[in-house]
């Protein structure tokens, strides 16, 4: 069992910038992706950023070159760094962990076995 506790969100105007971390712990040599989806009121969860054990990172169109994913292995910790936040980033976002079949491609696609709880982003206009 791999064990996510997320931090950071909160509420912020257009523009700002707000910092998520997600720290790993358990049987954390299971896992070879973490990432961000995210929830927004009526509408699916979908991927916001994932990062591979090799480094490779992957975003959603809607926050490329706005969200800077990255990790720290000795913490077993990754973080989402945002920036321009814009009213339609509102949302419940979620860590996640979990198996990428290929660590040196960006993880697109991969599966989630572990979730954090899940936490509120809200960007006022």
């Known amino acids: 069992q791999v064990q996510l506790v997320g931090s950071g969100g909160g509420l912020v105007q257009a523009g700002g910038s707000l910092r998520l971390s997600c720290a790993a712990s358990g049987n954390t040599f299971s896992i070879n992706v973490m990432g961000w989806h995210r929830q927004a009121p009526e509408k699916e969860r979908e991927l916001v950023a994932a990062?591979?054990?090799?480094?490779?990172?992957t975003y959603a169109d809607s926050v490329r070159g706005r969200f800077t994913i990255s990790r720290d292995h000795a913490k077993n910790t990754v973080y989402l760094e945002m920036n321009s936040l814009k009213p339609e980033d509102t949302a419940v976002y979620y860590c996640?962990?979990?198996?990428?079949?290929?660590?040196?491609?960006?993880?697109?696609?991969?599966?989630?076995?572990?979730w954090g709880q899940g936490t509120q982003v809200t960007v006022s206009s």
């Open positions: 996640n962990a979990g198996v990428a079949n290929r660590t040196w491609a960006p993880p697109r696609a991969y599966t989630q076995k572990y």
């Open positions: 990062i591979t054990s090799a480094g490779i990172a």
